[in-house]
Antibody, heavy 115, light 107 residues
Framework: QVQLKESGPGLVQPSQTLSLTCTVS????????VHWVRQPPGKGLEWVGA???????DYNSALKSRLSISRDTSKSQVFLKMNSLQTEDTAIYFC?????????WGQGVMVTVSS | DIQMTQSPASLSASLEEIVTITCQAS??????LAWYQQKPGKSPQLLIH???SLADGIPSRFSGSRSGTQYSLKISRLQVEDTGIYYC?????????FGGGTKLELK
């Protein structure tokens, strides 16, 4: 069955770089795109970016200068890297499969930006 | 970017009541709209896609409709397990954009 699971550090210091991994199973990264969505505590959902089945990427324009999404298809993993983290980046980060719509989601990983 | 204006922001309703949540798109998005339910501490769950199509395993008391650029999610007979936060999402164009959410509670 389709599964996605995020992993990464729960605490990142301000100005440092966040690195998250989304490990997927039950589908191929060359067949479906994977998107990242984040949710600050008590707030709504914000699209972060995507890596498409062909390997191209799209980013939230507000985050584009700090964000990089890549993948390793042999390991069924998608990577998110965001630099120059600020407290406003504190959020739950979800990865989700795109099948015209976001149909399967990971459980999310809470990332806190704090010294 | 396409803006999705969702209303109401919060809603309190009784068991078996009919509940309606709406999303207004800032431009034409056709039927490229989905609805999600999110419970505390969980990831969003797809309820409706393509504006009116029920996702797999979702009870038939949930339904979606469209009138122009206004989209509605209706719960025909509210149940205890329907509490949570509901979001709309447009997939007509990039970037994907979500509505602000509607918090649904039981009265």
């Amino acid at each position: 069955q389709v599964q996605l699971k995020e992993s990464g550090p729960g605490l990142v210091q301000p100005s440092q770089t966040l690195s998250l991994t989304c490990t997927v199973s039950g589908f191929s990264l060359t067949s479906n795109s994977v998107h990242w969505v984040r949710q600050p505590p008590g707030k709504g959902l914000e699209w972060v970016g995507a890596i498409w089945s062909g390997g191209s990427t799209d980013y939230n324009s507000a985050l584009k200068s700090r964000l990089s999404i890549s993948r390793d298809t042999s390991k069924s993993q998608v990577f998110l890297k965001m630099n120059s983290l600020q407290t406003e980046d504190t959020a739950i980060y979800f990865c989700t499969r795109n099948n015209y719509y976001f149909d399967y989601w990971g459980q999310g990983v809470m990332v806190t930006v704090s010294s | 970017d396409i803006q999705m204006t969702q209303s109401p922001a919060s809603l309190s309703a009784s068991l078996e009541e009919i509940v309606t949540i709406t999303c207004q798109a800032s431009q034409d998005i056709g039927n490229w709209l989905a609805w999600y339910q999110q419970k505390p501490g969980k990831s969003p769950q797809l309820l409706i896609h393509s504006a009116t199509s029920l996702a797999d395993g979702i009870p038939s008391r949930f339904s979606g409709s469209r009138s122009g650029t206004q989209y509605s999610l209706k719960i025909s007979r509210l149940q205890v397990e329907d509490t949570g936060i509901y979001y709309c999402l447009q997939r007509y164009s990039n970037p994907p954009t979500f509505g602000g959410g509607t918090k649904l509670e039981l009265k």
